[in-house]
């Protein structure tokens, strides 16, 4: 699953359009756009919406975990060529002084810089930071639904010393966007992927679900035959967890100990297929 | 990416290590325990692309070896110029121990012997162990960290400290430059070619290793040889006397030092970690003992395991030179 949270209409539109994205019905605290589990919500400017937007998106978004989290937006920089993509490889909260550390490990291509988030514009690009007023709002909020390598902010440069952030319209920023949407893209889909995997090896047996309303499996039994189930897929890919064995049980425990039984029979190869 | 330690400012070995990537980019941190290990971060997807963090060690620099992990010494410790290794083992115990699979290099190297000093201090007149490769592989990374040099000359100033260096890697370039010394040795593990290619990424083939021990050893280097942890599988017989016939081929007697060997064994909360991060590793899908606190095989495949290779290694090294790892 994507999600990208993006402050301002404007930022967002060129996004919607490249992935296709619908609004959706269900009534939300923030705007949410959505095709398949790809999903945008527009905060609004400023840390708070940022934080509120992205911990709301979690909960319409089935509370998903490993998801990819993507603040995506414009940010001011002193002498950054207007138009340029960045990641940010920290984000500082300039009110409190917190800061945090995205890991840049899965987003080759994408150079990256500090990221400071303010209260209000600003004007004076006093270092070499880029400057929002999301970044320390959305990272935090998001970090508690996700791992930190999947949660990262994407800034492009729209305004600088040269360049005041007054002449911006509201075209100017659709433009700024729409010019690294592919890339933008690109890099949600190879995070994605990245914890797509994670998932997916997580994943387990349907005839786990099978057995659970079958019998009664404490919470400890449960967390048992989950581990059984994976154990077995791993070690006889292919083969049914219900066998014989395990249809005849009568009971929970009885289902365990065939599980462990047929596991103690099998062959320890340290590769499989 | 390269995190640095404000503090460490324009500290030389920083300094060189820098001037090595000069097309990182860096960024600066108070502590490096902002970057390293805070919460939510995988380990797993870190070890796509690690970054490297220079930082500086201030306490609990030599701390005391776990119980077991000695080769003969009454008195042994280890200390860490590294956090994390190159490889990725897959029962490698780091990843259960730490959340980021990022380098961390303390470039303090003389603080270290200073806090060896103090260590053999307490000790008057005894001989004192120190183990550099418990935290991280010993010269995987040396090229980079120069470490294996920096703890050559400090060892050969202190007779009375014995240094292990212990490695999976070929990087034994900065030994073969220097005399050998009678207090350090170079200790290599191994697991047989099966286990090497399923567990094993990233780490040199067998043979390279065994070129690069052999080359210590016609140097004069004094030679440990690890086999820990073993591995247990459907073959492990003919594997394991296939690896031991291989790796005693490769090394004169005279120069082993030391033979050790124990069974493949992770803390319970190390192992759960371990499993959430590869559910679908053979390894850990294995014939374990999962209810114990400590995780490895079923006692009766991890006796039949340790016993097979003590009487193998019992035919190829004197009982003296011979040691079981303890859980």
């Known amino acids: 699953m994507i999600v990208f949270l993006m402050a301002m209409r404007e930022e967002a539109l060129p996004l919607i359009g490249y ?30 919406n940022a934080a509120a937007a992205a911990t709301a998106l979690f909960h319409v978004a089935q509370q998903a975990r490993d998801a990819v989290w993507l603040n995506v937006g414009i940010a001011g920089h002193a002498d950054l060529p207007v ?8 984000v500082t909260d300039r009110a409190s002084g917190a800061r945090w550390y995205p890991p840049q490990v899965l987003l080759a291509g994408i150079a990256s810089s500090p990221l400071t988030s303010v209260d209000t514009p600003e004007l004076g690009y006093p270092d070499e930071s880029l400057y929002d007023m999301e970044g320390a709002g959305f990272y935090p909020a998001a970090l508690r639904c996700s791992t930190a390598e999947a949660v990262q902010c994407l800034k492009v440069v729209s305004d600088t010393r040269e360049h005041s952030v007054e002449h911006l319209s ?5 433009e700024l966007i729409d010019a690294h949407r592919e890339a933008i893209a690109d890099t949600g889909a190879a995070l994605r992927e990245a914890t797509d995997s994670l998932r997916s090896a997580r994943d387990t ?16 039994q449960q967390r048992q035959l989950t581990r059984l189930a994976q154990r077995l897929a791993v070690r006889a890919p292919g083969q049914p967890l219900i066998d014989e064995a395990v249809a005849r049980a009568r009971s929970s425990r009885a289902v365990l100990r065939a599980l462990q039984q047929r596991l103690d029979t099998l062959p320890m190869q340290l590769r499989t297929g | 990416m390269i995190y640095i330690e ?5 500290h030389p070995r920083a300094q060189r290590i820098l001037a090595r990537f000069p097309q990182a980019t860096r960024v600066g941190c108070a502590r490096y325990t902002e970057v390293f290990n805070p919460r939510a971060q995988n380990f797993r997807l870190q070890k796509r692309d690690p970054a490297l963090l220079l930082a500086h060690k201030h306490r609990r620099l ?15 410790y280890y200390f860490s110029h590294m956090l994390n290794c190159v490889y990725d083992c897959r029962y490698c115990f780091l990843q259960g121990m730490f959340r980021s699979a990022h380098y961390v290099v303390f470039v303090n190297y003389e603080d270290f012997a200073t806090a060896i000093d103090s260590t053999l201090a307490r000790h008057d007149g005894d001989h004192c162990w120190f183990f550099s490769g418990y935290d991280c592989d010993s010269l995987a990374y040396d090229p980079v960290t120069g470490f294996a040099e920096w703890a050559l000359e400090c060892f050969a100033r202190r007779p009375r400290a014995h240094l292990e260096l212990r490695t999976k890697s070929t990087q034994i370039r900065s030994l073969l430059a220097r005399e050998p010394l009678p207090n350090v040795v170079v200790a290599f593990s191994f697991t047989p070619a099966g286990a090497h290619a399923a567990l094993e990424h990233k780490v040199p083939s067998l043979n390279k290793r065994l070129a690069a021990l052999r080359k210590l050893a016609d140097a004069g280097w004094r030679i440990g040889l690890r086999f820990d942890p073993l591995i247990y599988s459907a073959g492990y017989a003919a594997d394991y006397r296939q690896l031991f016939e291989q790796v005693f081929a490769a ?11 124990g069974a493949f064994r992770l803390p319970r909360d190390f192992f759960k970690t371990l499993v959430s991060l590869y559910p679908r590793e053979p390894l850990f899908a294995g014939p374990l003992d999962t209810a114990a606190a400590t995780i490895g095989y ?5 006796a039949e395991l340790l016993d097979f290779c003590e009487v193998q290694l019992r035919d190829r090294v004197n009982a003296d030179r011979l040691f079981r790892c303890l859980p």
């Not at chain 1, 138009?83 to 920290?90: K, P």
């Not at chain 1, 509201?170 to 659709?174: A, H, N």
């Not at chain 2, 079923?298 to 991890?302: A, F, H, S, T, V």
């Open chain 2, 6 to 10: 404000d503090a460490l400012g324009g």
């Open chain 1, 83 to 90: 138009g340029t993509l960045r990641s940010a490889h920290t």
């Open chain 1, 170 to 174: 509201p075209r100017r920023i659709g």
């Open chain 2, 251 to 261: 090394v004169p007697g005279s120069s082993v030092h030391s033979v050790s060997f």
């Open chain 1, 19 to 48: 992935l296709g994205l619908q609004r959706s019905k269900q009534p939300t605290l923030f705007p949410v756009f959505r095709n398949g589990d790809t999903w945008l919500t527009v905060s609004g400017v400023g840390k708070v």
């Open chain 1, 205 to 220: 047996d349907p005839d786990v679900a099978a057995l659970l309303t079958r019998h009664r499996f404490s919470v400890t």
């Open chain 2, 62 to 76: 030599v701390l005391p070896a776990p119980p077991g992990y000695g080769i003969g010494g009454t008195h042994n």
């Open chain 2, 298 to 302: 079923r006692n009766d495949l991890e």
